[in-house]
Each structure stands twice: as structure tokens, then as C-alpha cells.
């Protein structure tokens, strides 16, 4: 049975070649993009067993999608396939200075019509995590329930749950995203926030108190993404402040915070200490952004670990 289960939607995204208004452009690269489904691969490349759930069009570009994932070897067993409802689609825009513009085609698409008749409590309960992101429950209404039900079943059968609030106000209001993440803080027992979603979902400003707030409200663990500055991670008893990994050109940024999910989860998994967890998801996140992609950059193991070490990673 895989360690850590995840679930939420993944698209196709067609990045251009080219910068500017789409209308002039001509060329596209196909890849995927879905932070859940990044999580998982992340693990994957850290040896750690993952399981991504989902729905798919039953279409040529779910096809794709569900052969991409399965080749980084993460399990992709119960993504259902629907025959009436499409595979999402994003397409990237790129403007001056790198700016990236996303336009969403996902309404009414296959995986925003999860529901919480797609949640196999057998399967779900047999693992160690099950983690989540704040986009799958701004998809739709049945996909809010379902990220609701999952967050009980979890807690009922003593399975962990980590959280990523992964605000998108493309796809939901700053109101309806307080309103529904604060209703999951007390059943995360990891909750990863950015700085920016941290001050949304507790009103304070200062880092420090924004992760003492978010453990009253009942997260068991904080991990709270700082950037370039690192992250705070902290519990009821500690707290501690740990640096980033330099990074040496930040290519795309997308993306960091799935691979900064998957080191923190990979940490845990290994019984390692907060603060080695958090040097392990800065590590991750720092190897994310180097290269084109949502997870394409991420290290295996071993150079992972060489990475940890700072050592040369061996060439092989
Ligand atoms: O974390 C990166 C993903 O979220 C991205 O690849 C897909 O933007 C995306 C979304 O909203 O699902």
C-alpha cells in the first residue's frame, strides 16, 4: 500500500515557446500540471511509495496524463476515467520579465466532478498520509464535500492529513477560501501555507504569528513557506526557523511548493526531526525551480541526498 495518498486534479498545460499575447503564438509544449499529482512525484523521487487519485476524461490528453504520472512511478490505480466529462486543460502566458499569465479550461471537467462517491475508504485508510490541496475543493461544490468527507475519514481511521491551502483566486473568492480552509485547519495535522495564504487565512502579518495562530486553530504542524527567507516549522513544542537551499537562477518558480510539500512529507515519513524535515523541503523546493516544469527539475535520491550533504552529486 502506498505511504501517502494524494487526490485532486491534474490538466494539461500548453506552455508557449514564445513570449507574448497568445494570439501571435505559435509554438506550445505539452506537459502536465496539477499540484497534487506533484506531490506525489516528488515522493516518488525520494523512494517513498505514492498514490494519486483522480478523474479523467476518458480522452487522448487524460491518456496522456495518466501515462506521464505512472511513469514516475507513483500509482495511479484508482484514477477513474468519465466519459462525459472532459480531461482540464491550462494554457500559460508569458509576458516581460517572465510573468506568467495561466487561463483555466477545467469547468465541468472530469476531475471537478469528484464527488464523495469517489472516495474508496478501504484504500484511503491503508496509508500512512493523505494529503490534499485548498484547489480541489474550489473546484466544485461536490468536490468541496468530498475534500470535507476525506478530511473526517482520515481523522476517523488515524490517518494523517497534510494540508497545502494552494489559494487560486482564479478559481475561488478570498471569503469562500477563508471560509472553507479554515473549516480543514483542525484536521490538518500538517498544514503547509505560504506566507501570502498564511496572512489571508489568520489576518496577522508577522510569520511567527501566523504559525502560532494556525496552531490554535488546531494543525498539529506548521510549515510555513518563507520564500527565499526558508519556512518556520513549529508544533505545540518547537518552532524553528530554518534557512533556504541558495538557488542559483530561479527558471520557474511553479511548482516549488508541491516539491517543498513532498521533502517535508518524505522527512516525516523517515522519523526525521522538524527542522531536518523543513531542510528537506527547502532542499526540494530550491531543486523544483531550476529547471522548466512543475516537477521535471526534482533530484532523485541520490542526488538528493549528495545535494543534502553538500556534496558533488556523482555523474553517472
Ligand atoms: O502547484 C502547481 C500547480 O498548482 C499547477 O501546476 C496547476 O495551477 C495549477 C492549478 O491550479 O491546479
Redesign the pocket.
Known sequence: MPEVVTMG?T?V?FCPEQSGPLRYVQRFVKRI???ES?VAIGLARLGHSSAWVSRLGRDELGEYILREVRAEGVDVSHVERDDSAPTGL?IKEIHEGDETR?YYYRKGSAASRMSVDDLDEGFLRSCEFIHLSG?TPALSESCREMTQALASMAKANGVRLSLDP?I?FR?WSREEACVTLSGLIPYADVLMPGIEEGRILTGESDPQRIVQTLLAAGAKIVALKLGADGCIVADASQAWHVLPFPVRRVVDP??A??AFAAGFLAGLLEGLSLEECGRMANAMGASAVTTSG?YEGLLDRDAFDALLEGREAVQR
Do not use: K
Request: hydrophobic share 45%; aromatic share 0%.
Open positions: 486534479e490538466m498545460a500540471a496539477g499540484s506533484n491550462m495561466v484547489i494552494n487560486r478559481l511553479v511548482g511548493g508541491d512543475d
